[in-house]
């Protein structure tokens, strides 16, 4: 596991808004198509909140979906695997709080 790896993935927008070794408040937008593949992190919890469009939280261990309209939000912890998509496909845009730790992207087989 490198815990120092980066998210590498295709996104239409990525806003980091505020940063500091604890803490990350980013806004992404997926284009049609688009996702955050399947990744977990070692310290940091997500707190993901819709802003824009319809979007699916996935995780694993347990495995659960949360489907997601503007102002709806979830919490996935450190240590679960998850992936985020627009429902169906489609384009969507949220807030991502990531902490309280070190940020890490850890990639899992899908």
Known sequence: MDGLREANYPLEKRETLAETSELKLSVLTLA???EVP????TRVSDQILCIEGQMVVETRAPSARFELKPGESC???????????GKDGGRCRFAILQGVGSYDFNPVGG
């Open 32 to 34: 049609s198509g688009q």
């Open 38 to 41: 399947w990744h977990w992190h």
């Open 75 to 85: 919490s996935v912890p450190a240590k679960r695997a998850h992936r985020v998509s």
